[in-house]
């Protein structure tokens, strides 16, 4: 498991250099458009980006120009120089030079906060800061591109031009990002899944809603039967729940207060309003309070393939990573308070062992905790919260597994552990979670007869080893670059026949490796066995089996592996036990 976690310091200090570059990127436009409307311009992971109103469409020359005039205003290095204002005069300040966006972000500051705006040369623009000492001292950058963005993200609201840039402290820096820029780009899943017929989406059906290709199911139904052997083999108990269910659920669960704003519309049937579930947890806890329970009956292990509809704006959908229909490795145990600890230990370990499976190396473990200040977005119950942290905490003090801390990245009623990857832009991305919640169970009256003959609470720990299919699957095909490990890959092994005369034995290659259980195609086309190769390459099936006379008479196959490697006329029975022992 790796750790890249960047000191402090050196990333508040690259964060202020590319909070500045997206001052003077503004300062550039401003030159080349005068009558420019300024949005917003914040520092991102590897550089900057802002948003205008412009009176015309950036073409890609545009892009040159404003870089060049970004360089000019970087050697001319000019301080910035802080200053504030009372609210109203900047307010009556930005209306008077026709800056509405900065008028209404001035308008919606709450009272008594700080006006404060940065004076560079003979630019000055709206912002809290921090930035660098002066234009001069930011580091090597370079503008990316322009793309469309709305106002506050409201597809309602202007439609404005975002240029994107990056920033980084040295030219070194700069060329290991764009190198992983045109790694991720040909490890990308939407390119990917298009080439290898993994997925698909159509506009009929809608944004958000993939439709899985059977090349693509079949990576999604081993990764399901994988983890569904692994659960039953731990100890849980699988079922089946609906994926809509009446708006009174989530309102005893508290997700119509917390999480309303990710659900789809209701739908009026009979005089009684439903929903598309966000969540399964709800309805594990309806088969949970199905039966009494005893502490001996304690912990009860409930897991699904549960399907969720969480509502995402278009902008912000992105191939299978990001969907509005997503099928979660979900999981819910029921527990009595001495076996929390233990319980979320055995979740970890699942985690572990599913990624070395997976052949995921680079992860990191983030506690996202609560914000005590935010009485609206978390539940208010202070003892609860340092309860279920200090478990947390305890956990990876006995497994022995470095970790960081997040406060306001738990979940509404408990903290949790997130699991991070990487993904090819070197960006963290929350994959796994285990949470452990004594809310719901509160909400919902949840109880078991204690070993004393008194009802207790149980305690409520949500877990999701692999995440959805849908991102698990996205994430895997930039990690293998679509040449999946033979025990996953959706074709395992082709057989060309080179002429008409080898297919009666192609097929009988065929239908043997079938018959063992494994993923085989016949290419009987009559097409030149270099074309079929060539072909199988590209669609990156790990084994090609190229059969003639000498392999019918020996009863061989000339194995080829993706990549090119030739390893020759293998015994059919010797490249069957291969098999066998690398999908085992």
């Keep these: 498991m ?5 000191p402090a310091e050196q990333y508040a200090e690259i964060w202020k250099q590319r909070h500045t570059a997206a001052h003077v990127l503004a300062q550039a436009v401003v030159e080349m458009f005068p009558t420019a409307k300024l949005a917003i311009g914040p520092p991102i992971d590897d ?16 892009l040159v120009e404003v870089a060049s005039r970004m360089k000019r205003i970087k050697r001319d290095n000019h301080p910035l120089v802080r200053s504030e204002k009372p609210r109203e005069e ?108 993994l997925f698909a989406n159509n506009g009929t059906i809608g944004p958000g ?54 659900m789809f519309p209701v739908m009026k049937i009979e005089n009684e309003e439903f929903v598309l579930r966000p969540m399964n947890c709800p309805h594990h806890i309806m088969i949970y309070q199905n039966d009494a329970h005893s502490y001996r009956d304690l912990p009860v292990r409930l897991a699904e393939l549960g399907t969720m509809y ?28 001495d076996q929390v600890v233990e319980e979320v230990k055995g979740c970890i370990l699942m985690v572990e062992a599913a990624y070395r499976k997976l052949g995921i190396t680079d992860y990191t473990y983030r506690l996202s905790l609560h914000d005590p200040s935010n009485k ?45 990857l990487r993904n090819m832009l070197g960006k963290e991305e929350t994959v796994s979670t ?17 070993e004393d003959g008194h009802k207790h609470q149980p305690v409520m720990i949500h877990r999701g080893i692999i995440s959805t299919m849908e991102r698990m699957v996205a994430f895997l095909i930039e990690h293998y670059a679509g040449v999946f490990p033979t025990w996953l890959a959706p074709v395992q092994a082709v057989v060309l026949p080179i002429v008409d005369r080898h297919k009666e034995y192609a097929q009988s290659v065929t239908d043997k490796l ?19 190769v060539a072909e199988s390459e590209v669609q990156k099936i790990p084994y090609m089996l190229v059969v003639g006379d000498r392999d019918a008479a020996a009863g061989t196959v000339s194995v080829r592996l993706h990549g090119g490697t030739d390893l020759g006329a293998i015994p059919l029975d010797d490249f069957i036990a291969r098999l066998v022992e690398e999908t085992a």
């Excluded at 994988?226 to 009174?248: F, N, R």
Aim: one cysteine or more.
């Design 310 to 337: 969480r509502y995402e704006k278009s902008g912000q959908l992105s191939g299978l990573s990001r969907v509005r229909a997503m099928t979660l490795n979900d999981a819910h145990i029921f527990c009595r308070e």
């Design 90 to 197: 900047a307010i009556a300040w930005e209306e008077e030079r026709g800056q509405p966006f900065k008028a209404e972000l001035i308008h919606d500051l709450p009272e008594g906060e700080t006006i404060s705006f940065y004076t560079q040369g003979s630019f000055t623009d709206l912002c809290r800061g921090p930035h660098v000492e002066s234009t001069g001292k930011i580091g090597v950058f370079k503008l990316a591109s322009v793309a469309g963005a709305y106002w506050r993200g409201d597809e309602k609201r202007d439609q404005l031009q975002r240029i994107y840039g990056y920033l980084f402290d040295t030219q070194e820096e700069m060329d290991a990002h764009l190198a992983r820029l045109e790694e991720a780009k040909r490890r990308d899943h939407k390119v990917l899944g298009k080439q290898l017929g």
């Design 47 to 62: 550089g900057f980006y802002y948003d205008f109103d412009l009176p015309r469409t950036l073409t890609p020359e545009d």
């Design 376 to 420: 609206e977005k978390y539940v208010d119950n202070p003892a609860l919260w340092e309860q279920a942290e200090g478990e947390l905490r305890n956990v990876f003090k006995d497994l022995g597994l470095p970790y960081y801390e997040a406060a306001g990245e738990a979940a509404f009623y408990g903290p949790k552990i997130d699991i991070q």
């Design 2 to 6: 790796a750790d890249n976690s960047q």
């Design 514 to 532: 079938k018959a063992k259980g494994f993923r085989v195609e016949l290419d009987a086309r009559n097409e030149k066995v270099g074309k079929k």
């Design 209 to 262: 809603l993939p439709l899985w290709l059977p090349k693509g199911a079949t990576i999604r139904r081993v990764l399901e039967r994988h983890i569904v052997d692994v659960e039953l083999a731990s100890g849980y108990s699988h079922v089946y729940t609906p994926q809509l269910a009446k708006v009174d659920l989530y309102k005893i669960s508290g997700h119509w207060e917390h999480y309303q704003d990710g």
């Design 434 to 450: 285990v949470q452990v919640d004594r809310h719901l169970p509160k909400q919902f009256g949840l109880d078991y007869t204690g």
